[in-house]
């Protein structure tokens, strides 16, 4: 039988979590975790998808990137209507959509069909993050059990996104390149199946009317920011996406202003007046920004500088993402022995030094010394994934823990988007300009400059002596750039954990 919580019935509901809410902590857990999984794990099923299905390069982009789009423009959305109707019932609602979406993307049979199987993905993985984290943060209103709870969250939600690829490798070995989908579908079931009996309902007693309009606003400011950062990151800077990303923020601003005079606004903008809040949301975008830009160029250099194989790389990059994991689990045990801003800004302060260690990378060698900076990068990212969620959902009343949580996991998207597009635009204009094109032809010359990997097969269509020289000056400018984005990286972390140990001090009686 299911329970509602409400704010007048909420003084009653024990303190501690018994044994049913750490099982449903489980089977939330598990939808986050495949969330997390199919943000990644299409990488290495895209030559099987596009030899069955033959997108156009256009449709292949859209396959790709639309779910993350969708996901990120309906997040403030679906969090403040979880708040509304209830965060158990749109729980179940998202991942009856989420399977459905999973099964129409496994057996589609062209690209159109694929691309709005991914949209579903994309509403459905909107509704079920913030739903997870704002149960969370109602289930678990012991401050220790919720640390430790949120740890297993951020793990499932971390061991996703690094897993994708290699679950992603193991099933395209053994089936078709839809069992990278069909996955989902049985967890998703099983919530189903479960969620009614071990998941209580929670909701805002008194929500207020629901503005479409900002709804709509929402998503039209967020998708085209995105976007504009995404297209910037792989293209770099145009007029067209400058325009588009110009676009976006006015949305944005209008969408503000209807915040700030709305008496049931979709976002309370009051929320950021708490500085323990704000200072949360911006060292969580703040976390992913630097674990994201580490990946983009992390992944590049040990495959296209050092050689070594997309499995191998994963692999190599596994430890770093592992510490993620381990220090996302040990974040609770941390915090009962110390302040939470002392934990936090220490966190950084590894990530910061793991980063800062990236300088002595070469362009002949490094495999070791990048595992073990990626390593301390990782265990810095887990703690404070963990810890800033917390502090997010702490921060505010049990019936708005629906948006807050989308807030948070808008600035998760969000940093990762920018962590690709402001490091990746440093490491490839050093890169650019560093690159040796003056004995080549003028096409190639445009195309050896477009990216690194250009650049190696290129050079690999050229005369041994001129192609060897090409990859050479490539790869070294590459490094080079590499070098100033972890110096950016290692700075700013720096200065996030400063603010950390001033913006979180305890409240004075």
């Known amino acids: 039988m299911s329970v509602t919580i409400t704010k007048a019935v909420e003084s009653g509901t024990p303190v501690r979590a018994t044994r049913r809410e750490w099982i449903a902590l489980i089977a939330l857990s598990l939808a986050v975790l495949l969330i997390s999984v199919d943000a990644t794990v299409l990488d290495l099923a895209l030559p099987a998808i596009s030899a069955d299905l033959t997108p156009s390069s256009t449709q292949l982009l859209w396959i790709i990137d639309v779910y993350s789009f969708v996901l990120a ?5 679906m969090g403040t209507l979880g708040d509304r109707i209830g965060r158990r019932k749109l729980l179940l609602i998202g991942a009856a959509g989420f399977g459905v979406a999973s099964a129409i993307a496994a057996w589609s049979v062209d690209p ?13 993985g909107a509704t079920l993050m913030p739903a997870t984290l704002g149960l969370i943060r109602s289930m678990f209103r012991d401050a220790r059990q919720r ?3 949120i740890g297993v969250w951020s793990a499932m939600a971390g061991g996703g996104a690094a897993g994708g690829p290699l679950i992603g490798g193991w099933l395209l070995e053994h089936y078709w390149w839809g069992a990278v989908f069909l996955i989902n579908v049985p967890v998703m079931l099983a919530l189903i199946a479960v969620g009614p009996y071990l998941i209580p309902e929670f909701k805002d007693p008194n929500p207020g009317r629901f503005d479409l309009i900002s709804a709509v ?8 920011i995105v976007y504009a950062v995404k297209e910037t990151a792989v293209h770099g800077p145009t007029a067209e996406t400058a325009i588009i990303g110009l676009v976006g923020a006015l949305v944005g601003w209008l969408f503000i202003r209807r915040q700030r005079i709305l008496k049931d606004p979709l976002l309370d903008l009051e929320l950021f007046a708490n500085r323990h809040f704000s200072t949360a949301v911006l060292t969580n975008l703040m976390s992913v920004f630097a674990l994201a830009g580490v990946l983009f160029f992390g992944s590049q250099y040990l495959q296209l500088v050092l050689g070594k194989s997309p499995l191998e790389a994963g692999l190599l990059m596994l430890p770093g993402t592992s510490a993620s994991i381990v220090t996302s689990l040990l974040a609770a045990w ?12 220490a966190g950084l302060a590894v990530s910061a030094i793991g980063a800062a260690a990236m300088v002595f990378l070469q362009a002949d060698a490094g495999v070791v010394l990048f595992m073990l900076a990626f390593v301390l990068v990782g265990f810095g990212v887990g703690i404070g994934l963990t810890l800033t969620s917390d502090i997010v959902v702490s921060s505010v009343p049990a019936d708005r823990a629906g948006a807050a949580s989308a807030v948070s996991e808008s600035a998760y998207e969000l940093g990762i988007a920018l962590g690709v597009a402001i490091l990746g635009s440093v490491v490839m204009s050093i890169f650019r300009g560093d690159v040796d094109v003056s004995d080549l032809a003028d096409a190639d010359k445009a195309v050896a400059q477009d990216t690194l990997g250009s650049a190696v097969d290129v050079a690999h269509t050229l005369p041994a002596e001129t192609g060897q020289a090409l990859l050479e000056s ?5 490094v080079s750039g590499m070098h100033v984005a972890a110096i950016l990286v290692a700075v700013l972390l720096i200065a996030n954990g400063a603010l950390v140990m001033r913006m979180l001090r305890p409240h004075r009686s």
Do not use: D, K, N, Y
Not at 338 to 345: A, D, H, K
Not at 474 to 478: I, L, V
């Open 334 to 345: 941390l915090v009962r022995r110390w302040q939470p801003r002392l934990v936090l800004s």
């Open 217 to 224: 606003q929402s998503m039209v400011a967020i998708v085209p």
């Open 112 to 124: 159109e069909m694929l691309i709005a199987a991914r949209v579903l993905q994309g509403i459905s």
């Open 73 to 77: 423009g309906l997040l403030i959305t």
């Open 474 to 478: 490539a790869q070294a400018g590459f």
């Open 147 to 149: 640390t430790a709870a």
